[in-house]
């Protein structure tokens, strides 16, 4: 059965640090989806990234960067130089293909991340 | 274009009553699907439907029933509330397309 382990679950930082949240996996497919999403206090889920088994390129995309390794099942995530609006909780989610699990989404139990002024 | 509408946002119930969440696509995305969300545990899948007439269980099924008549409607219905289901309830579809999800805003759901 597909799995998603955050083990961090609360991080405290101080603006303008840089901060990484890690994401552990276990699945017994060979296609499967990766993802993180982030939750404000406001309390929807807003979509980050996604990223497939086969690719396994970092990704940056401003203050945000992607580290997936498929040697050690994570998908971490760094956010550079924390801002306060960057306190949220993270998710990090899997989904083993589409056909076979009926696309579902395994979550894991989120990160707290709180940025200090 | 709200894509996927979740009602109500708020709901306070008593043990023992039945209550329904609703949730509306306006899409036809095939995959639907019910998550609640409790501190410590991250969102926990209780059903899903991969088209109208057909649904499955989750992780967390036990209190709940689902029905999907129509594509675009997924309700949840807490046949008699606990107080272990006070929760937020995310409703979600897959876009089997673009390999993606979207999320409803969620129902913040107290049993009291």
């Known amino acids: 059965a597909q799995k998603v382990t955050q083990a961090q679950t609360e991080i405290s930082v101080v603006e303008k640090e840089d901060v990484t949240l890690d994401c552990v996996y276990e699945?017994?497919?060979?296609?499967?989806?990766l993802f993180w999403y982030k939750q404000p206090p406001s309390g929807e889920l807003v979509f980050l990234i996604r990223?497939?088994?086969?690719?396994?390129q970092n990704e940056i995309s401003g203050r945000y960067s992607w580290n997936f390794q498929k040697s050690t099942s994570s998908f971490n995530f760094t956010i550079t130089a924390s801002q306060v609006v960057d306190s949220a909780v993270y998710f990090c989610?899997?989904?083993?293909?589409?056909?076979?699990?009926?696309?579902?989404?395994?979550f894991g139990e989120g990160t707290q991340l709180t940025v200090n002024p | 274009d709200a894509g996927i509408t979740q009602s109500p946002r708020y709901k306070i119930t008593e043990t023992g009553r039945q209550v329904t969440l609703m949730c509306h696509q306006t899409?036809?995305?095939?995959?639907m699907f019910w998550y609640r969300q409790d501190l410590g545990h991250g969102l926990r899948l209780i059903y899903y439907?991969?088209?109208?007439?057909?649904?499955d269980k989750g992780e967390v099924p036990d209190g709940y029933v689902v029905s999907r008549s129509k594509t675009e409607n997924f309700p949840l219905t807490l046949e008699s509330a606990t107080r272990s289901q006070t929760s937020v309830y995310f409703c979600?579809?897959?876009?089997?397309?673009?390999?993606?999800?979207?999320f409803g805003s969620g129902t913040r759901l107290t049993v009291v």
């Open positions: 989610a899997l989904s083993e293909g589409w056909e076979t699990s009926g696309s579902r989404l395994t």
């Open positions: 979600a579809i897959a876009d089997s397309l673009n390999y993606g999800y979207t």
């Open positions: 990223r497939n088994s086969f690719d396994e």
């Open positions: 439907s991969a088209a109208a007439d057909i649904t």
């Open positions: 699945t017994r497919d060979t296609t499967y989806y």
């Open positions: 899409w036809s995305h095939s995959y």
